[in-house]
């Protein structure tokens, strides 16, 4: 874990983005991470295929 987070800290410095996965078996690191993505508005979305709810015609 220490190597992954000095690779995050430096990724970090130079204002890049980045995404980590987690793992299903770390429950409560991953829901106090969900649990702060709801307070945020993402900045983009993307959706893939008929958004849920739509009617087709």
């Known amino acids: 874990m220490s190597m992954q987070k000095d690779i995050i800290d430096k990724i970090?410095?130079?204002e890049s983005d980045f995404l980590i996965e987690l793992k299903a078996n770390?429950?409560?690191?991953r829901y106090g991470v969900?649990?702060?993505?709801?307070?945020h508005t993402p900045l983009y979305s993307y959706t893939e295929g008929p958004e849920l709810g739509a009617m087709a015609g």
């Not at 770390?26 to 690191?29: N, P, T």
């Not at 969900?34 to 307070?39: A, M, S, V």
């Open 34 to 39: 969900e649990d702060r993505l709801k307070k």
């Open 26 to 29: 770390q429950r409560s690191l």
């Open 12 to 14: 970090r410095k130079k």
